[in-house]
C-alpha cells in the first residue's frame, strides 16, 4: 500500500527492472527543463528592476506569472486523459511546437501585453508536455523501485535545471552589453532538439482503449470526474500547495529579492578563487559589473545540491513512509524559504537556499511517487496531469499575492525615492521624475561621503525591513505543514480502521 514503510532494495537490484523508456523519459525532460529554467532563471530580471528591459512593477509581474502558472499547471488535468487516450508522442509533438513559439516571442517582447502572450504560449507547450513524459516514468516503475526512480527521475531533471541557469547567465551578458534575447532563442534550439529522441527512441506506451474509443468532450468530462470522485487525492494535492508556493516564490521572488537587496560580493569572491583554483580562466560570466554573484547563479544553489544529494537520499528514504518524508520535507523548507529573505548577507543567503534545496529534495520525488503509485495503471498520465494543481496553486496564489506584498513591503526603487524626499530634502516632482535606473545612482550621490549602491542599499535595509515580506509568505508554508500533519494522522486512523 502506497506510503507503508517498506524494505530497502539494493539499488541494482532496482535499476535492472526500469524500462529502456524510463531513461528516454529521463533524457527528453532533461532538455525540456534544460530550456525551461534557463529562461525562467532569467525572465523575472528581464521583467522587474532598474537594469531590466521590460521595466514592469512587480504586480505585473505578477500578474503575468500568475495567469503563466494557471494555463501551465491546470491544462494538464484535461490534457492528461487526452494523452492516455491518443498518444504519448503526439502529446510532446505540440508540446515542443507551442514552446519554441512561445520562447521566440519572449525574445521580442516590448511590453506587458507581449509579455504575457509569450508566457501563455509557454505555460501551454509546458502543461501539454507533462503528462506524458511523467506519465512514461510511472508506467515504468513499480513499488520495488518507485522510490529510487522518482528520485532518479528529480536528479536527471536537474542536471538540466542546473547548467539551464549558468547557460542562462553567460548568455544573456552584463548591464554593458545585455544580450538578453540570445538566452530566449537558445532554449528554442534546445526545445527543437528534443524531437530526436521523441521520434526515434521513445517508445509509445500502451493507450487506454476505453478512453479512446470515447469522444473528445468525454475524456475532458471524465478527467474532472474522476478527481472530483478521488476525495482523499484532491485533499492532498490542496494541501501540498503551500510547499509549491515556496517553491515557486524561491524562482519567481528571490531573483529580483537577491539583486536589490542582498550583497553577494562575498559569494563573488568565492567563485573567483575557485574558479582560479580550478585553472579556469574566471567566473566573470557568472558575476555582475560590481563582482556580485548574479541572482540565477545564487538560485542554481538549489539544482546543484539536489544533484548531489537527491539519490542518497531517495535511496534512504526509500524504506520510510511517503507522508512521512514529505512532513519532514516541508518543515525544511520552511526554514530554508524564511531564511532566504530575511538577511542581505549572501553567504547566509546561499545557506538558506541549500537548506530550502534539502527539504525539496526530501518532499519533491515523495510527492510525485505517491501521485504516481496510488493512480490506477490505466490513468498514470491523468493523475500525474492532476499533480500540477499543486504547482497552479501554488505558483498563481504565490505571484497574484507576492507582487502587490513587494511593491508595498520590498521595492528597493520605492523606498529609494522616499528617502530621496523625506530625508534628502529633494522635491517630490523631481525624485518622481526619475527613471527607475536612475533613482539608485542618485541616492548614492546624494548620501556623498564615499557612498555607493551596496552602503545605500544597507540604509535602505535598516530604515525600512524589506525582509518582512518573507514571514508573511511563510506563513503559507506553515499551514501546508500543519496541513499534512492532519491529513498523515487521518489517513493512518483510516487504515487502522478508527475512521470511516
Not at 71 to 78: A, D, F, H, S, Y
Not at 235 to 252: K, V
Not at 329 to 337: C, E, K, L, T, Y
Not at 423 to 428: D, F, I, K, Y
Request: net charge negative; aromatic share 14%; proline share 4%.
Amino acid at each position: 500500500m502506497a506510503g507503508e514503510a517498506t524494505k530497502r532494495v539494493p539499488i541494482a537490484a532496482q535499476l535492472k527492472t526500469m524500462g529502456g523508456n524510463f531513461w528516454v523519459a529521463n533524457l527528453i525532460e532533461a532538455g525540456e527543463r534544460l530550456a525551461f529554467f534557463g529562461v525562467r532563471a532569467i525572465v523575472p530580471l528581464y521583467m522587474y528592476g532598474a537594469d531590466s528591459v521590460l521595466h514592469l512593477s512587480m504586480t505585473e509581474k505578477g500578474v503575468i506569472f500568475g495567469i503563466w502558472a494557471l494555463l501551465q499547471c491546470l491544462v494538464p488535468m484535461i490534457s492528461g486523459g487526452y494523452t492516455d487516450a491518443y498518444g504519448y508522442k503526439k502529446s510532446m509533438y505540440l508540446a515542443f511546437v507551442i514552446n519554441i513559439i512561445g520562447y521566440v516571442c519572449m525574445a521580442s517582447a516590448n511590453g506587458f501585453w507581449s509579455m504575457l502572450g509569450a508566457a501563455m504560449l509557454v505555460g501551454t507547450g509546458t502543461a501539454i508536455f507533462k503528462p506524458p513524459v511523467q506519465g512514461a516514468v510511472a508506467k515504468s516503475l513499480n513499488e520495488g523501485n518507485s522510490g529510487l526512480g522518482f528520485g532518479l527521475f528529480y536528479w536527471i531533471v536537474n542536471i538540466g535545471g542546473f547548467f539551464a541557469p549558468m547557460a542562462a547567465a553567460v548568455l544573456r551578458g552584463n548591464e554593458a552589453e545585455p544580450t538578453w534575447n540570445y538566452v530566449f532563442y537558445g532554449a528554442a534550439v534546445v526545445t527543437a532538439l528534443n524531437f530526436l529522441p521523441t521520434l526515434f527512441l521513445f517508445k509509445e506506451p500502451e493507450i487506454d482503449v476505453v478512453a479512446k474509443a470515447k469522444s473528445p468532450f468525454q475524456v475532458f468530462a471524465d478527467s474532472l470526474t474522476t478527481l472530483v470522485r478521488d476525495r482523499q487525492m484532491l485533499r492532498f494535492l490542496l494541501i501540498i500547495s503551500g510547499f509549491w508556493f515556496m517553491f515557486m516564490q524561491l524562482w519567481d521572488l528571490l531573483p529580483n529579492f537577491i539583486s536589490e537587496w542582498v550583497d553577494t560580493r562575498d559569494v563573488g569572491s568565492f567563485l573567483t578563487a575557485a574558479a582560479g583554483t580550478l585553472g579556469a580562466d574566471g567566473a566573470s560570466g557568472f558575476l555582475t559589473a560590481e563582482g556580485a554573484t548574479k541572482p540565477e547563479i545564487m538560485i542554481n544553489i538549489d539544482s546543484f545540491a539536489i544533484i548531489l544529494f537527491v539519490l542518497p537520499l531517495s535511496w534512504f528514504l526509500g524504506r520510510y513512509r511517503m507522508m512521512g518524508s514529505l512532513i519532514i520535507g516541508i518543515a525544511v523548507s520552511v526554514v530554508g524559504f524564511v531564511g532566504t529573505g530575511t538577511t542581505n548577507v549572501g553567504y547566509i543567503c546561499a545557506l538558506m537556499i541549500f537548506v530550502f534545496a534539502i527539504g525539496e529534495i526530501i518532499c519533491s520525488p515523495k510527492f510525485s511517487e505517491y501521485v504516481g503509485m496510488t493512480a490506477p495503471p490505466d490513468k498514470k498520465a491523468l493523475y500525474m496531469g492532476y499533480s500540477n494543481i499543486p504547482f497552479a496553486i501554488g505558483w498563481a496564489g504565490g505571484n497574484f499575492l507576492s507582487g502587490p506584498l513587494y511593491d508595498a513591503l520590498s521595492s528597493r526603487t520605492r523606498f529609494a525615492r522616499d528617502y530621496l524626499i523625506e530625508q534628502l530634502g529633494m522635491s517630490r516632482e523631481a525624485a518622481e521624475a526619475l527613471e527607475p535606473n536612475q533613482v539608485m545612482p542618485t541616492l548614492v550621490e546624494k548620501l556623498g561621503d564615499g557612498a555607493d549602491t551596496f552602503s545605500a542599499t544597507q540604509v535602505l535595509w535598516d530604515a525600512n525591513s524589506p525582509w518582512v515580506i518573507w514571514w508573511i509568505l511563510g506563513v503559507i508554508g506553515l499551514t501546508s505543514l500543519v496541513g499534512m500533519i492532519l491529513f498523515n494522522r487521518r489517513a493512518r486512523s483510516a487504515v487502522d480502521g478508527t475512521e470511516s
